[in-house]
């Protein structure tokens, strides 16, 4: 049974940057049919895919449009999680993000399962 | 990007009574090759992540309750609560997993009358 577990600061300075990790129980961060999203909810914008990593001989990454330029997810195999970057924050940025799973042209290509979320405000 | 819209955004069902929840995707999500359709849906209650109910527009997840169903194919789906129970108050979301960027509905709200 695959776990997420969220970690990471939930009060961020505009312009600042927002880091977040999520560690994997249950499956592999290398996993060839797994690939390891960022997704966040607020009020304004409802639930949005933020980007993902995911390793097939090697490691890619895809990214939204809306924080392409903003936007790092990295994977960390010595301690089996990845994380999230997102650079020059402002109070748009305040949201709820999560960590998910999901398969790239597998069998289980929904996001499932969720980490428990971190509410992350930007404020001075 | 794959549109999602649901409706109603809310509505208020009698203990027992069914729910039926609308969504529709801009464009078709059903993989022809596969024959499935990409669609799936979740519930969320307050402070806890959005939880599979549904997946390929009409298989339930492991675990779910069998009052909960899923219909639909191309680019309209439906999620029926047979007969609503107080602990399916929530708010049900509707997603597309057929392209990149995989996307959401806006959700609907569900509430007891």
Redesign the interface.
């Known amino acids: 049974q695959v776990q997420l577990q969220q970690s990471g600061p939930g009060l961020v300075k505009p312009s600042q940057t927002l880091s977040l990790t999520c560690a994997i129980s249950g499956d592999s961060v290398s996993s060839n049919t797994a690939a390891w999203n960022w997704i966040r909810q607020s009020p304004s914008r409802g639930l949005e895919w933020l980007g993902r990593t995911y390793y097939r001989s090697k490691w890619y990454n895809d990214y939204a449009v809306s924080v392409k330029s903003r936007i790092t997810i990295n994977p960390d195999t010595s301690k089996n999680q990845f994380s999230l970057q997102l650079k020059s924050v402002t109070p748009e940025d305040t949201a709820v993000y999560y960590c998910a799973r999901d398969e790239v042209a597998g069998t289980r290509d929904w996001f499932d399962p969720w980490g428990q979320g971190t509410l992350v405000t930007v404020s001075s | 990007d794959i549109v999602m819209t649901q409706s109603p955004d809310s509505l208020a069902v009698s203990l027992g009574e069914r729910a039926t929840i609308n969504c529709k995707s801009s464009q078709s999500v059903l993989y022809s090759s596969k024959n499935k359709n990409?669609l799936?849906w979740y519930q969320q209650k307050p402070g806890?992540?959005?939880k599979?109910l549904i997946?390929s527009a009409s298989t339930r997840?492991s675990g779910v309750p069998d009052r909960f169903s899923g219909s639909g194919s191309g680019t309209d789906f439906t999620l029926t609560i047979s007969s609503l129970q107080a602990e399916d108050v929530a708010v049900y979301?509707c997603?597309q997993?057929y392209s990149?960027?995989?996307?959401?509905g806006?959700?609907t709200k569900v509430e007891i009358k």
């Open positions: 990409y799936a806890q992540p959005p599979l997946y997840e979301y997603h997993y990149t960027p995989k996307t959401f806006q959700g």
